[in-house]
């Protein structure tokens, strides 16, 4: 090597080594997000096995009594307008106490942010003290202490569709948030300031993407939603500078490509979608990241051919180092009624007929519920959800279910949407994260039971665009629950109404059951299903987390009226 | 985010709540003026028997977008009369035989010009025209043919709807009938079914004048809502609620709220009365819902095929 080419390789280390020593030492390590929950909350689902399980139980049922508020801000508020102010003659921005930096970036104009309460959704992070939360356009630093913003990352949305956030990542002290406008974005956890920022889908396109940037090791995965006809892929990037590591497509691109035979023909494959926008789960020891994909487009109608329509609405296991897919298993083969499988999988190591297997459980869109083993794909167990769920089966809790010979739903045609309309079940569940109890063996989701009827809008004979079809207004709703499904049998063990609420779940070791109940946050016996405690804060827009600050349990819930902390009473 | 239902039925996470950013910003009078005419040329193809894919969207704002804000196609700035007109003239003699008037190909022969992400992407013609060079078979255009068509199908992409849906709820006209039940056999399944409760002759009497169309009337009575009365008939609405305390004292309304803690009732003289359930022993309460029996009913009619769901539409369709 010539002299110059060594002192500029110096210089160019030199150059480049505060960021990398900095990027390397402190904040959250990488490994600590790999293991099982504990004091704190370090990803999506608190970690990467999806459990949403504590182990934490000085808050249980003995004591949950006692549970009282630590702190409340309900005055933080998301920017809006060119410089995140808000218009003067909507009163400006609150902020919240202690406002500190705003950092205002993204390339819109301000006009399509919405001013008003930040009603925080996915997963908040809880790292040092310190909670990282997000809105749609906002992401924010706050002290765990009280409540106080830290830093408020403001991004100007360009506008296009909208949906929930699922949360901010960490890696070591950066921050990555995925915008709708489809940017990336890493920032200084300390000071929320702009590390850098990467476009991940074409605006231009239509696409959309909300999913949280999922942080695996030296891997950030990211990917797109969408509601155009259009390819769907999950993609990894280099935590340091965004630069790609692989993409994996969700449907077949090329000739050749697995699955093509179940497409009318490689154009409807390419724009068949099977977006993922809700976080997967890791299992370290295979190193196998288990993600749901969406449903195919056009989503309620023709234009795809008869086959399954491979990989959407499946379940994938895909090896986070090289981005191929290791198995699938499809939970709803040939989705004819909008029935993502973007649900969050489940990994356990489970006593299953007298061995301890390594599982994925699921519960998906369609209102079925799946145990597999997740190194091997091999399935295990099918079941039904639902009072009314009639799609793929007659009516009823106890009907014959349709399963082909690997497990898979098969659908009854007929269900499928018409122009003279066709009765069918709604969605029974969505993305709104279940949680397991390896205490009770109990797996615990929300079911939503109604009837509705599905119109074929769009008959067309080379197949239609996008929706294509749509569904009476009302519907028949029969009841909202939280389901505990025994995974050794997928059998509902017992089933609690709740007068409405649907945000997800969250199980301690201290045998309590956590989500909302109507304007309620509430507990209940997580072996029973009996209430046990509540507090009215109203809806929660998030799941609950519970964790250790100063040394006590903590519990965080959002709801649309501000952020809580609860702890025990002294 | 509140949203239509129609709009609920995309894929995706909409299930959570959609809100197309801008949407309701569209320029209605322009929105209008091509869904107009496309629906005036959709059903003069139908009128004339052939159901050709329609419509030509027409050129609405030159120098505006259809839309404040938003996807990109929505608020490019639309080019000239002139040069649309023109656009679309070229797009007629050199691409329509294989893509369609509507953009959306031709089956076998070319693919949907309105999802190509060439279309989508491009800016003012470059990718187009790169498109045009390689194409096969050749055409051959000069620069300002290009810009024309890539400026007429940007136009195109600017009425399409939300969530991927084409320009216009059924762009091809078709007639969308749902009276394709027996209306005897459903008359007859009425009178079993439904006779308890109802009566052709009495409260289901001109029930098919009520609603718009067939379509909003098998809505309508299957989720048992009527126009001007809500759910359940009679503008009642809601379960009602009788509260019994541990003294044997009772309380009956209508329930406004009920979970694991509280039960709120309207009482039958306009008062409200919030009763706790988390004490002991706790109060006993009976929910009645008034539409338990139509519940019930929605599931006894589900059938395979939908036949009985077709079948009572045609019926009471002939109420009117």
Same mark, same amino acid.
């Given at each position: 090597m010539k002299k110059t080419t060594i002192l500029f390789s110096l210089l160019a280390f030199l150059g480049a080594a505060p960021v990398f020593l900095h990027a390397q030492s402190g904040g959250l390590d990488p490994a600590d997000i790999l293991k099982p929950l504990s004091d704190q909350w370090t990803s999506f689902s608190g970690d990467?096995? &999806? !459990?949403?399980? /504590?182990?934490?139980? /000085?808050?249980?049922l003995n004591t949950i009594k006692g549970l009282g508020l630590k702190w409340a801000n309900t005055s933080i508020t998301t920017g809006c307008g060119p410089d995140g102010m808000g218009p003067a003659a909507a009163g400006g921005r609150g902020g919240g106490r202690g406002v500190a930096g705003l950092i205002v970036a993204g390339l819109g104009n301000g006009e399509s942010n919405t001013c008003g309460p930040a009603r925080f959704g996915g997963g908040m992070l809880f790292v040092d003290n310190t909670i990282y939360a997000a809105t749609r356009d906002d992401v924010y630093s706050i002290?765990?202490?009280?409540? /106080? =913003?830290l830093w408020h990352y403001y991004w100007k949305f360009r506008g296009g569709t909208s949906t929930g956030t699922r949360g901010p990542s960490m890696w070591h002290n950066y921050i990555f948030f995925t915008f709708h406008d489809n940017y990336v974005v890493c920032l200084?956890? !300390?000071?929320? !300031?702009?590390v850098w920022k990467k476009e991940i889908a074409p605006f231009d396109q239509q696409y959309f993407s909300s999913n949280v940037p999922l942080v695996i090791g030296n891997h950030i995965l990211v990917g797109p939603g969408n509601d155009m006809d259009a390819p769907a892929w999950l993609q990894s990037l280099d935590p340091e500078t965004g630069a790609i590591q692989w993409t994996h497509y969700n449907t077949p691109q090329n000739p050749g490509d697995p699955g093509l035979e179940t497409w009318k023909d490689l154009d409807a494959a390419r724009h068949g979608a099977g977006t993922s926008w809700i976080p997967g789960s890791y299992d370290p020891d295979t190193h196998l990241y288990l993600y749901g994909t969406g449903n195919p487009t056009p989503s309620y109608t023709t234009g795809r051919g008869d086959g399954d329509n491979l990989f959407t609405s499946c379940l994938i296991a895909l090896n986070v180092d090289t981005g191929k897919m290791q198995w699938y298993f499809q939970t709803s083969p040939h989705d004819t009624h909008d029935w993502d499988s973007t649900q969050t999988p489940i990994l356990a190591d489970l006593p299953f007929n007298g061995v301890t297997r390594k599982l994925v459980m699921m519960a998906t869109r369609n209102g079925y519920f799946y145990v597999l083993d997740r190194v091997t794909g091999e399935h295990l167990i099918t079941s039904k959800l639902g009072l009314v769920n009639n799609y793929a089966s007659d009516i009823g809790t106890d009907s014959k279910l349709h399963l082909d010979a690997r497990g898979q739903v098969r659908r009854n045609p007929q269900k499928d949407a018409s122009v003279a309309g066709s009765v069918v079940n709604d969605? =029974? *569940?969505?993305?709104?994260p279940p949680t397991f109890s390896p205490d009770t063996g109990l797996f615990y989701v929300h079911e939503t039971n109604s009837l509705r009827i599905d119109y074929l809008l769009e008959p067309d004979a080379r197949g239609s665009m996008g929706l294509g079809g749509e569904s009476s207004e009302a519907g028949i709703n029969y009841g909202t629950f939280i389901d505990a499904i025994d995974y050794k049998t997928g059998k509902v063990v017992w089933r609690h109404q709740l007068s409405s609420g649907n945000v997800g779940l969250l199980s301690t070791a201290g045998g309590l059951l956590f989500t909302n109940d109507g304007q309620n946050f509430a507990a209940w016996d997580a072996k029973t299903g009996t209430p046990v405690w509540h507090t009215q804060? &109203? &809806? *929660? /827009?998030a799941p609950a987390e519970t964790f250790m600050l100063d040394g006590k349990q903590v519990i965080l819930a959002s709801a649309g009226t501000g952020l809580y902390m609860f702890q025990m009473n002294q | 985010m509140p949203k239509k239902r129609s709009y609920r039925m995309a894929h995706g996470p909409c299930r959570e709540g959609y809100i197309i950013e801008g949407y309701i910003m569209i320029r209605k009078k322009y929105l209008i003026a091509a869904l107009f005419a496309g629906t005036v040329i959709a059903a003069l193809s139908y009128a004339q028997g052939t159901p050709t894919p329609v419509p030509d969207p027409v050129p609405i704002a030159p120098g505006k977008g259809v839309r404040d804000n938003g996807f990109t196609q929505y608020t490019r700035p639309l080019a000239s009369q002139d040069v649309l007109i023109r656009g679309k003239a070229l797009y007629n003699s050199s691409c329509r035989s294989c893509h369609s008037a509507d953009i959306r190909g031709v089956p076998g022969k070319g693919n949907s010009l309105l999802r190509s992400g060439v279309v989508l992407s491009d800016k003012a013609g470059e990718l187009i025209a790169d498109s045009l060079a390689k194409h096969n078979p050749k055409i051959n255009l000069v620069e300002a043919d290009n810009l024309a068509i890539s400026e007429y199908l940007h136009s195109i992409e600017a009425t399409a709807g939300p969530q991927g849906s084409p320009p216009g709820r059924n762009p091809m006209g078709i007639e969308l009938n749902v009276l394709v039940g027996d209306a005897k056999a459903g008359e007859a399944y009425f009178l079993k079914a439904c006779a308890s409760c109802h009566s052709p002759i009495g409260d289901m009497k001109g029930i098919a004048s009520k609603y718009a169309d067939a379509k909003a009337l098998q809505n309508g009575w299957f989720d048992g809502i009527v126009p001007g009365a809500g759910r359940g008939g009679g503008g009642r609405g809601g379960m009602q609620a009788t509260v019994t305390m541990p003294n044997g004292t009772t309380f009956e309304g209508r329930s406004i709220r009920k979970d694991d803690y509280i039960v709120i009732l309207m009482l039958a003289d306009g008062t409200r009365k919030s009763i706790p359930l988390d004490v002991t022993p706790a109060p006993k309460v009976d929910m009645k819902d008034p539409q338990e029996a139509h519940k019930k009913m929605a599931i006894a009619i589900d059938d395979p095929d939908n036949k009985n769901l077709h079948d009572i539409t045609a019926f009471l369709w002939t109420l009117k």
């Open positions: 990467m096995t &999806g !459990k949403r399980f /504590s182990p934490l139980k /000085s808050i249980n002290d765990a202490h009280d409540g /106080s =913003v200084d956890a !300390k000071t929320g !300031k702009e969605d =029974v *569940l969505n993305h709104q804060i &109203g &809806g *929660l /827009s | -």
